[in-house]
């Protein structure tokens, strides 16, 4: 490691990014996580891929201060929001409470709507959280997120249980908190495309280890029929050991093919 990557990753620590080195997580005598290395920058937006089972909630989690089990050396900011892919609202609070759950200081309904607004749910505050759709009671659990002004946002596979078309928009909402908003972003998801569409960086978690990481150089907003796009989607998918991931997208039906 070179004096530029020291500094990097030091500027990386103290404002607002996130540095993991030699990170471990053992359940049971059974070693999940071996040595992970990963520092994500100030504002930076990173995918993480894997098989299922391969540590990436766990490392999520780790990330997130959720998991104190971990060895080596997890920095990450205190001002964290975590959004999982249940949306974990609470039945018996309104939509709005919901999102102000925990917040302190004044103005908490005024915060909790503005969140709102930005997600487009600024109708639906009084609502309880039994009537809101999939993609509402996620975009709830955003909105929770962003108004805490988290500078280190942890996306757990957010969009994994939501209809094809319902997660392109919510992908779409995601891109623009991010672009507004400026957090370091750690999304975990199955879908490469996705990985493509949003992230800076995607990494693939193999073996315990980050095995391989692929810098996405593409202007956004991205387009899935981009030859350039469509590039470093084959080699995240060949990375997961997948092959190539069959024809471009026309119709969301085939979004299967890019799924693992
Ligand atoms: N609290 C736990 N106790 C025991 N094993 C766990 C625990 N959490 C995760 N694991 C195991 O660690 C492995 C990685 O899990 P996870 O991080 O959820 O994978 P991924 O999110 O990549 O699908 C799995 O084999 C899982 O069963
Ligand atoms: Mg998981």
Known sequence: MGATEHAAIA???TAHGVVVRGAGRVFDGRTVLADVDLTIAPGEFVALLGASGSG???LLRGIGGLDRGFTGRIDAPAAKAIVFQEHRLMPWLSVWRNVALGL????IRERALTALDEVGLGAKSDAWPSTLSGGEAQRTA??????REPDLLLLDEPFGALDALTRLNAQRLVARLWETHRPATLLVTHDVEEAVLLADRALILRDGRIAE??????????R????????LRSRLLAG???GDGGPI???TEDQEYTHV
């Open 11 to 13: 500027d990386a620590a």
């Open 249 to 251: 997208r026309a119709t």
């Open 104 to 107: 302190r200081g004044g103005n």
């Open 56 to 58: 990436k909630s766990t």
């Open 213 to 222: 990481e692929i810098v996405v150089d593409l202007p956004r907003p991205r």
């Open 224 to 231: 899935v029929t981009d030859p350039e796009f469509v590039a």
């Open 142 to 147: 955003l909105a929770r997120g962003l108004v």
């Open 240 to 242: 997961l050991g997948v």
